[in-house]
T-cell receptor, first 112, second 115 residues
């Protein structure tokens, strides 16, 4: 069974800092990995989708990397802003590829 | 752009009552999903519909039924609500099913409390 772990569970940083969020998964036979953002009381917003053939995907100040062999992905946020405060979740397909398995998320607070 | 729309946003039920959560997407997506999100349990798939006319069970289907009414709409029904079904329910959609779900787009959620 696919298991997804996100460390740390919570992170607080001052504005302007560059930061890295981590996601690890147990079954490396995945065909993609997705990063989401969730604001309090809201739904999930897709940030980046990395296909298994890609090593990186970038969108604005966000950069996600994928290392299938080690079962790890990182989300890099450059020049963090208070508006980046949210919970960030990663998700990968399960071994059967019939559903996604989500991590429990990293709650990020960017202090002004 | 409406994206994925869920109704109602909030609902309080008594044990044993029934209700249906409605979901509609306007992105012409083929696949639709229902998840529940609980503290400490994360997001778990209840049911999904890979394409119009098909539905399949996810990780936690017990106590729920679904209907893929047409390509746009996917409803979730609780026939006899239980306190354990108190949760936040999310509908999601993806453009296509290629060996599994593609990029997911979520609704804002429906917050259900069962007393």
């Amino acid at each position: 069974k696919q298991e997804v772990t996100q460390i740390p569970a919570a992170l607080s940083v001052p504005e302007g800092e560059n930061l890295v969020l981590n996601c690890s998964f147990t079954d490396s036979a995945i065909y993609n990995l997705q990063w989401f953002r969730q604001d309090p009381g809201k739904g999930l917003t897709s940030l980046l989708l990395i296909q298994s053939s890609q090593r990186e995907q970038t969108s604005g100040r966000l950069n996600a990397s994928l290392d299938k062999s080690s079962g790890r992905s990182t989300l890099y946020i450059a020049a963090s802003q208070p508006g980046d405060s949210a919970t960030y979740l990663c998700a990968v397909p399960s071994g059967s590829a019939r559903q996604l398995t989500f991590g429990s998320g990293t709650q990020l607070t960017v202090l002004p | 752009n409406a994206g994925v729309t869920q109704t109602p946003k909030f609902q309080v039920l008594k044990t044993g009552q029934s209700m249906t959560l409605q979901c509609a997407q306007d992105m012409n997506h083929n696949s639709m999903y229902w998840y529940r999100q609980d503290p400490g349990m994360g997001l778990r798939l209840i049911y999904y519909s890979a394409s119009e006319g098909t539905t399949d069970k996810g990780e936690v289907p017990n106590g729920y039924n679904v209907s893929r009414l047409n390509k746009r709409e996917f409803s979730l029904r609780l026939e006899s609500a239980a306190p354990s079904q108190t949760s936040v329910y999310f509908c999601a959609s993806s453009e296509k099913w290629v060996a599994g779900p593609g990029e997911l787009f979520f609704g804002e959620g429906s917050r259900l409390t069962v007393l």
